[in-house]
């Protein structure tokens, strides 16, 4: 969640929010790759590296805010004209 322009993690609030999710044979086979790049880099880094324990991160390990995430989305999501000019996500 983002509180006052600062990513800020979020607790759950309460067991029914906690959710298991399936993931087709595919999906798992990509994200096992990126937990080797993850791993390398870990590695490359060494002490320099923050494990944050999250699946998509930085290079170093930094967790990527929730607002370069959405806006790297609109950007690619523009320059192959799904979305219209002006739109919001």
């Not at 993931?23 to 790049?37: A, E, I, Y």
């Not at 993850?38 to 990527?64: C, H, I, L, N, S």
């Amino acid at each position: 969640m983002v509180v006052d322009v600062r990513a800020q993690d979020g607790e759950v609030e309460t067991d029914d929010s906690v959710r298991q999710n399936s993931l087709d044979p595919d999906t798992v086979q990509v994200l096992r790759d990126w937990k080797v790049v993850q791993d390398a880099e870990r590695k490359f880094f060494g002490v320099d590296y923050q494990d944050t324990d999250r699946v998509f991160t930085w290079e170093d390990g930094r967790p990527v805010h929730p607002d370069s995430t959405r806006e790297r989305f609109k950007r690619l999501a523009a320059e192959a004209r799904l979305l219209r000019s002006g739109s919001t996500i």
